[in-house]
């Protein structure tokens, strides 16, 4: 494909929302294009695609790979690249690159540090290391105390590590959360109160 016909099939994808086509042609793009501000373009739309889109985050390597090498201080680029390396079973490989960019962060906490943490949990979890997995979410917790993704991924590495108590102090502490949000804003609550009573009771009865 010449520079010319992509930057034609682009637009046209995107209008007829082929998405895995357009994160194909995105990733092909990177790998042709000359310009850096471009090819950091593409390479963010593609792996956007690939994570929310497609669920598909490991085909988001190589794009991601390119990325970083031209932008290392971006770290969404590093988080999303982590996770993609977690997707794909290059795990101690993720977990390096987590740690680094956790450590970038400083002494500072904030829901973005947090949410690193959430992806180096995972990372910890698929390695076996379950302890240290938790340890990461209480970490994130204390910086995104209502963030219930992480309280959602605590509840399941934990139920999943087979410390059920543990799994059911965090759905407890989501239920509550879940309660205040709904009547803040019932219709912004991210999640509903009967999925978590649900969750409960299966643990409950395991």
Known sequence: QSAEVRK???P?????????ALARALAVSVEHAADKTVILNYAREAA??????LDNT?????????????????RRLRALLGDSLRAAGELEEAR???????EDYGRRGSAERA???VLLAKVLHALGEHEEALQQLDVASKMDGDNVTIMQTMAQLARAAGQ?????????TL???ARRMAHDDPGQAPIGRSEVLFELSSIATA
């Open 115 to 117: 949410s690193v943490h």
């Open 175 to 177: 239920l509550l959360t």
């Open 48 to 53: 956007d695609l690939y994570h929310q889109r």
């Open 58 to 74: 490991e085909e988001a390597v190589p794009v991601l790979r390119k990325a970083v090498d031209l932008a290392p201080e971006d």
């Open 164 to 172: 059920l108590e543990r799994a059911e102090a965090a759905l407890r």
């Open 12 to 20: 046209l994808l995107r209008q007829r929302e082929e998405w895995a």
């Open 96 to 102: 390096g690159l987590l740690t680094a960019l956790i």
């Open 8 to 10: 034609q099939l682009l």
